[in-house]
C-alpha cells in the first residue's frame, strides 16, 4: 500500500490537508473505497422501525448506531493514515487521524484498511449535523473546529493484506485498537441474541437519542439498516398502468418536488402502499389530467409515463434518502418547467434516491404548489447541492432549428401533417444534451394514436442531415406534398 501524494496539489490548513485522489501515488485506493461502499449498499436490506419483526432469528447479531457524517474508508500504512471518500476526496491530517496513528501503531499493525465516518462529536443539532461536517472539513475555522470532528470506525476491511470477514472478529480488532480512543473510537454498538435487544436499542438511539439509524449485521442472516420512515408531501406529475388483468388499474405514479423557481424536479416513481381500488380510482382521475411534454421518463418496466397537469398531492413514506452514488457524485434528476399547458426539459440537477417509497394517502387539502410540495422536505433531512439555485439560471444560448420540412396529405377528407427538423441545441458541452437533434411529427387523425414521434441525435451537423436525410427519403413519398 503507498499512501504518498503529492503535496503540493493539496490545500492545506492548520496541518490538515484536502486533495483528490488523482494525486496520490495509488489512485487505485479510490477504486477500493467505491467497490466497498457500492458493495455494502448493494447487500444491505433497508428496514423501518415497524419492520424489525422480519429479521432472522438468529443469535450473534451486532447492533451498531449510525453515525451522520461523511462515509470514507481509512488506509494506514504502519506509519501514516490517509482517508478517501466515494466521490474521491483526500484527507489527511486530522486531529483524529493523529490519534488514530497513534493507537495503530501501539497495537504494531502493520498495515490495515477501516471504514469509518467523519461526525461532528460535539455542538451539532441533527437538523444541522450534516452540512456542519461538510463545512468544517470544506474549510475549518480554526483548530478548535477540526478538533470537534470525530472518527468513528465500524469495520476492518483488511488486515496486512488479508480480508477480514467475521463480524465477530471485526468488532475485537476495533475493540482491541480503538478502545481507549477519544477522537478515533469504535461505533456504539451492542451484541443481540434476541430481536427483542434490536428493539430495545432502536428505541434508545433512534427514537431516545434520535440517531441517524442502526446497522444490524450478521455474517449469516446478512445486513440490514433500520431507520425511521420519512413522510413527504409530492405532487403527481406522471403515471403509468397495468396490462393484461391489470389493464385499466395504476401499475406506479411519477412525483416531483418544487423548487423554489417554481419548477418541478422529478423525485421518484411510487407503485406501492395502493389498495386495487386507490388503483382504479387514480388511472380513471389521471387520465382525464394527460398533458402534453416534451420529457419522456419511462418505469422500471420501460413503459413511458402518461404525463399530467401538476397534482394531485399525496403524502408519501420513505426508508431514505441518499444524496450521493455508490461511486461519488450527486444523484441528478431532471427539472420540469409547467407553462399551463405542456412540461419542457430543463436540465438535471442534484436531488436524491429514494429508498422504499410507499404511498400513504391522498393531501386534498394541498395543492402542486411551492409552498405546499417544496423541495426543502428533502434538503432538511440531507444535504443536496445547489437546492437554492434556480434552474433558469442556466446561460447557455438557446436551441436553433436549422432545418425544417413540413409535407401534408389529404385523405378520406383528413389531412395528415409530417413535420421533419433539425435544432441546434447549443448546449453540446453538457452530459444531458446532445448537440443536434433530428425530430420527426407524424400526424394522422383517422389512427388509434393520432400523434407519433421519432427522434435522433447526432454529434455533428454531417451526422444529423445524414438522419434528416433518411427520414425524409423514408417518409415523403407516396402523395405527401411539402408546405410553402
Known sequence: MNLDFDKKKFTCKFDYCIGKVGDLADPSLHAKTQDYKRRVSNTTRALSGDDMVKLPKAKGYIVSRKYDGEFALVFFDGKSLISVNPGGTVRVGLPCFAEAETLLKKAKVKECILAGELYVKEGASKATMVSQVVGILRSPASKAELDKIGLALFDVIQLDGTAVTETQKVFALLDKWFGKGKKAHVVDYKKADKIETVLEMFTEWVIGDESEGMVVRHDQAGWFKIKTRHNLDVAIIGFSEGTDDRKGMLHDLLVAVMRDDGTFQELTRVGGGFTDDDRKEFAKELRKR?????????????????????????????????????????????????????????????????????????????????????????????????????AHADDAPPSEIIERQVYTKTMKGSKMVRKLLIWKTNKGDRPDFPKFVVYLTDFSPNRQNPLERDIKIASTEKVARSLFDELAKKNFIGGWEKEA
Open 290 to 390: 394527460i398533458a402534453p411534454s416534451d420529457y419522456v421518463a419511462v418505469n422500471n418496466d420501460y413503459v413511458a409515463y402518461e404525463m399530467i397537469k401538476p397534482g394531485p398531492v399525496i403524502e408519501i413514506s420513505c426508508l431514505d434518502l441518499i444524496a450521493e452514488r455508490s461511486r461519488g457524485g450527486p444523484v441528478n434528476r431532471m427539472v420540469l418547467e409547467w407553462d399551463g399547458k405542456r412540461y419542457s426539459a430543463l436540465t438535471r440537477m442534484p436531488l436524491v434516491s429514494v429508498i422504499s417509497p410507499q404511498y400513504i394517502n391522498r393531501r386534498d387539502d394541498k395543492e402542486a404548489v411551492v409552498d405546499d410540495v417544496n423541495i426543502s422536505q428533502v434538503s432538511d433531512l440531507v444535504k443536496v447541492p445547489e437546492v437554492n439555485k434556480s
